[in-house]
């Protein structure tokens, strides 16, 4: 069975998600001149499911109801691969901005559909660029839409969580919003940071309570940032509990 999942792959899955990629990339830049609330955002959920469905990846979602569609949230989740993308951008069902990497601007097609439905790109190159990329994630929140961060700021080499930056917990603080945990398990089975083939693995999203702001200032941020990894880590399957630093968390 895994020889022709590979061998599906390779001559059926991939040349149409290449196609679905492109395509939807132009869809999103120019829908985005128009309307980049919309179109920033349902051509990538829409391109996200079709990658589980096409790819034959099972996905399962627990917790849809612990949110509301009225209210910003600072959803964190921990970052097991790059099929996390897929996942909440397909399955969360809420319009949110990402925050992410720089260097993922400089991707083909998906850097520019990225950056024209108003993702949030990462610059650590200076503390300007800092405080520019922190105003930005303000404004977007400020403005009624959700966002999404990686706390960990890196993928895991080993399924296992690693510490968390305060970025995140620090907007959340200062615009007094609640922070929602996701647990995202099973992406690190599908296709893990070291590489290999891509494997029919069940992928699982759970949305926590959201973690209500008490209070304001460093305590109040400590306190979200540690029961969110807590929570999140709950979710996890005991062979991937436990904190392991990433090599490149730092960078």
């Given at each position: 069975?895994?020889?022709?999942?590979?061998?599906?792959?390779?001559?059926?899955?991939?040349?149409?998600?290449?196609?679905?990629?492109?395509?939807?990339?132009?869809?999103?830049?120019?829908?985005?001149?128009?309307?980049?609330?919309?179109?920033?955002?349902?051509?990538?959920?829409?391109?996200?499911?079709?990658?589980?469905?096409?790819?034959?990846?099972?996905?399962?979602?627990?917790?849809?109801?612990?949110?509301?569609?009225?209210?910003?949230?600072?959803?964190?989740?921990?970052?097991?691969?790059?099929?996390?993308?897929?996942?909440?951008?397909?399955?969360?069902?809420?319009?949110?901005?990402?925050?992410?990497?720089?260097?993922?601007?400089?991707?083909?097609?998906?850097?520019?559909?990225?950056?024209?439905?108003?993702?949030?790109?990462?610059?650590?190159?200076?503390?300007?660029?800092?405080?520019?990329?922190?105003?930005?994630?303000?404004?977007?929140?400020?403005?009624?839409?959700?966002?999404?961060?990686?706390?960990?700021?890196?993928?895991?080499?080993t399924g296992h969580m690693g510490y968390f930056k305060k970025g995140a917990f620090q907007l959340a603080d200062e615009l007094?919003?609640?922070?929602?945990?996701?647990?995202?398990?099973?992406?690190?089975?599908?296709?893990?940071?070291?590489?290999?083939?891509?494997?029919?693995?069940?992928?699982?999203?759970?949305?926590?309570?959201?973690?209500?702001?008490?209070?304001?200032?460093?305590?109040?941020?400590?306190?979200?940032?540690?029961?969110?990894?807590?929570?999140i880590q709950s979710a996890l399957p005991e062979k991937y509990k436990g904190m392991i630093k990433n090599e490149d968390q730092?960078?």
């Open positions: 069975m895994k020889i022709l999942y590979h061998i599906y792959q390779i001559c059926i899955a991939l040349p149409i998600l290449l196609v679905l990629t492109i395509l939807t990339a132009v869809v999103t830049m120019i829908g985005s001149l128009f309307n980049a609330h919309f179109w920033g955002y349902y051509p990538g959920k829409i391109w996200s499911q079709l990658f589980c469905y096409i790819l034959l990846i099972p996905v399962k979602v627990k917790g849809h109801k612990n949110i509301s569609k009225k209210t910003s949230y600072v959803f964190v989740a921990n970052h097991q691969g790059s099929f996390d993308i897929f996942l909440i951008y397909g399955f969360l069902g809420r319009n949110f901005k990402w925050m992410m990497k720089k260097s993922l601007r400089k991707m083909p097609f998906v850097g520019k559909a990225c950056e024209s439905a108003g993702h949030i790109f990462v610059d650590r190159s200076g503390p300007r660029k800092v405080l520019e990329t922190i105003q930005q994630a303000r404004e977007t929140l400020t403005g009624g839409t959700s966002l999404v961060v990686f706390p960990e700021g890196a993928r895991t080499f007094q919003l609640p922070v929602v945990p996701l647990t995202i398990d099973g992406s690190f089975d599908v296709w893990p940071r070291t590489g290999g083939w891509i494997k029919c693995h069940r992928m699982t999203l759970t949305i926590h309570q959201p973690i209500p702001p008490k209070g304001q200032g460093a305590e109040n941020i400590k306190k979200m940032m540690e029961e969110s990894y807590e929570v730092d960078r």
